[in-house]
């Protein structure tokens, strides 16, 4: 996106990538549609040491101005979930869309080139790379971050950042699954592949979102919405059936099957299987007309607000995103160049700015890249 649009601009525009294809993480996203933004991006999808610095680009380029694009170049796309859009068909259409952009602005890309190093040089920069010497007036860190370390994820944008004074935010790994500890993964392994929709949340943070059970622990973007708000050792609550008015639910079970036990009853809500597990776990036993009202009261209290205490995560191997990164302190909003280094700028996830799931880091993508390419 920043070299289409200096391309544009009339820029000579070179792009280096050490990946031997383009548009990689692109091509894997959405289960290889390409979640490619979300219509309802706002800051307050953002997560930042500073929530103010993503404003100025999110409000330049809107979600709707990358969907002029994608129907422009006719690409069929469906809203999943509301506001989520996805390819109808794949990844590769965006990808070879923002090639074909890249290619009528005159971008050149220089694939399979690693950067041994970058050194502050007269009127600009000078890359040592595999292909040779390179000088430039303006260098553009778009690396990323730490996610998913097989697609070629590293360190490198930070380490570009710190060898010209900036500050590089704590990171970690972002929108991942969550591991548990041995007694509740002994629980729920047995669970493994089953969804149920849920509230899941951390503090004051809350997403209503589908979970899913795996043989490690915790997925589904339920957990991975509130995984880059958990911190190691916090509970996360969740509340199952969250659209039924529970109590209520459970005294009409009461009144309507009263030779019905409750596993029979949750059956129709949940998979046979979860609620089979839930009644063990619990000892919910026996027929509905011997509870009170007071024991479901209780029912009600433990199905609203399962506790349980991750062990951690796993790791940037599966995660989507990395939080934290280069510290927008020292970062223009409106252009994204360094305030320490003239012509020198980060865009993209490599910064401190870490959307929800659902395309929201898509479009900080294509935003920080515009606010960037509209400068350099």
């Not at 709707?64 to 809203?79: A, K």
């Not at 009127?123 to 040592?128: A, D, H, I």
């Not at 880059?228 to 969740?238: A, K, L, M, R, T």
């Not at 993209?348 to 515009?370: C, I, K, P």
């Amino acid at each position: 996106m920043c070299a289409i649009t200096a391309g544009y601009r009339g820029r000579s525009v070179l792009v280096l990538d050490h990946a031997n294809k383009p548009g990689k993480k692109i091509l894997m996203s959405g289960g290889g549609r390409c979640n490619f933004t979300h219509l309802n991006s706002t800051p307050a999808n953002f997560l930042s040491e500073n929530p103010h610095f993503c404003i100025s680009a999110l409000k330049r380029y809107t979600p709707h101005h990358f969907l002029e694009w994608v129907e422009r170049h006719g690409i069929e796309y469906f809203e999943k979930t509301p506001g989520q859009l996805f390819c109808q068909h794949s990844a590769k259409d965006i990808l070879n869309m923002l090639l074909t952009e890249a290619d009528w602005a005159g971008v050149e890309i220089s694939l399979n080139t690693s950067i041994e190093s970058v050194d502050r040089h007269q009127t600009g920069y000078e890359l040592n790379t595999s292909s040779g010497i390179i000088q430039c007036e303006s260098l553009v860190v778009a690396t990323g971050g730490l996610s998913i370390p097989t697609m070629g994820a590293s360190p490198f944008g930070y380490r570009i950042a710190e060898q010209f004074g900036h500050q590089i935010l704590p990171t970690r790994a972002g929108l991942v699954p969550l591991t548990l500890q041995p007694v509740d993964l002994e629980r729920f392994s047995v669970l493994s592949g089953i969804a149920a929709d849920a509230i899941v949340s951390v503090d004051n943070t809350r997403f209503k979102e589908s979970i899913l059970f795996t043989h490690r622990g915790l997925s589904g973007p339920g957990i991975l919405q509130i995984s880059s708000f958990w911190e190691p050792g916090n509970d996360i609550h969740v509340q199952l059936m969250p659209d039924l008015d529970l109590e209520s639910t459970l005294k009409q079970w009461r009144q309507e099957a009263p030779n019905k036990t409750l596993e029979q009853m949750l059956s129709q809500s949940l998979s046979k299987r979860l609620a089979q597990v839930l009644c063990e776990w619990k000892g919910w036993s026996g027929k509905l007309q011997n509870y009170s009202n007071q024991r479901l009261s209780e029912i009600t209290s433990e199905l609203t607000d399962i506790i349980i205490k991750p062990n951690g995560t796993e790791g940037y191997r599966t995660a989507e995103v990395t939080l934290g990164g280069v510290d927008t302190k020292e970062l223009s909003s409106k252009t994204m160049m360094s305030s320490l280094q003239e012509g020198l700028y980060f865009i993209g996830e490599v910064v401190d700015v870490t959307g929800h799931l659902g395309g929201h880091n898509f479009q900080w993508a294509w935003a920080s890249g515009f606010a960037a390419g509209n400068v350099v």
